[in-house]
């Protein structure tokens, strides 16, 4: 059996191959989720990738983003690169290295893994009328809270999370983390991207409590 036909035979029910081919998946922010997310892409199968960030791997990264001890130093971008080209090395990989500036040609698929609601306002404001499919992921100690928006209604919802800076807790959102809650994020947040490849109405706003057992779902 040839290893990369058969690759995908276990989801192929789950993840059709005929719309995902096609896509350009954007992912801004590759740390704590968002690095997840780039690798769980590339495993999904995902053809085209854009990463976008600014910063360098950091000892902590290692502890709560995944990065390996060998990339310490190195742009996140430049690592994550490697990293999603290790699973697949046909995978084309676009590297940003910059923050996400208004002007920046993106793909249909956006994943948005950044700090702060300040820069989430910023990249909305920007590409809200030009991807198909947006996905926010947020994360403050073992609470998860993801969001989605495909189509008015839930564009429309997506526009009431987006508080003022002033308004937001003090920190960062992954100011506490764990690796397991960020690859947990990444994979409700690839789960939204399936159910919209079938057609299948997605959760506008889902939060998840690790340590209470609770989900709440939108």
Excluded at 154 to 177: I, K, V
Aim: charged content about 20%; proline content about 2%.
């Amino acid at each position: 059996m040839n290893l990369i036909s058969d690759r995908f035979v276990r989801q192929s029910e789950l993840v059709p191959m005929d719309k995902l081919k096609p896509l350009t998946v954007t992912v801004i922010g590759v740390g704590a989720i968002g690095r997840q997310v780039a690798l769980q892409m590339a495993a999904l199968g995902v053809r085209r990738l854009q990463l976008i960030d600014f910063d360098q791997v950091e000892p902590t990264n290692i502890t709560t983003q995944g990065y390996l001890a060998a990339d310490l130093g190195r742009d996140k971008v430049e690592a994550t690169a490697c990293a999603v080209q290790a699973i697949d090395a046909s995978l084309e990989v676009e590297q940003v290295i910059d923050r996400f500036r208004p002007g920046l040609v993106t793909g249909e698929v956006v994943f948005v893994c950044v700090d702060s609601i300040s820069s989430r306002s910023a990249i909305w404001r920007s590409l809200q009328h030009q991807c198909a499919f947006w996905c926010d992921g947020r994360m403050r100690g073992e609470v998860l809270r993801i969001l989605t928006a495909t189509d008015s209604k839930s564009r429309d919802h997506y526009d009431t999370t987006l508080f003022t800076q002033a308004e937001a807790q003090t920190g960062a959102c992954t100011s506490r983390s764990t690796i397991y809650t960020a690859s947990i994020a990444a994979g409700l947040m690839l789960h939204q991207f399936t159910r919209w490849l079938r057609s299948i109405v997605t959760d506008c706003d889902m939060t998840l409590n690790l340590l209470a057992g609770e989900t709440t779902v939108s």
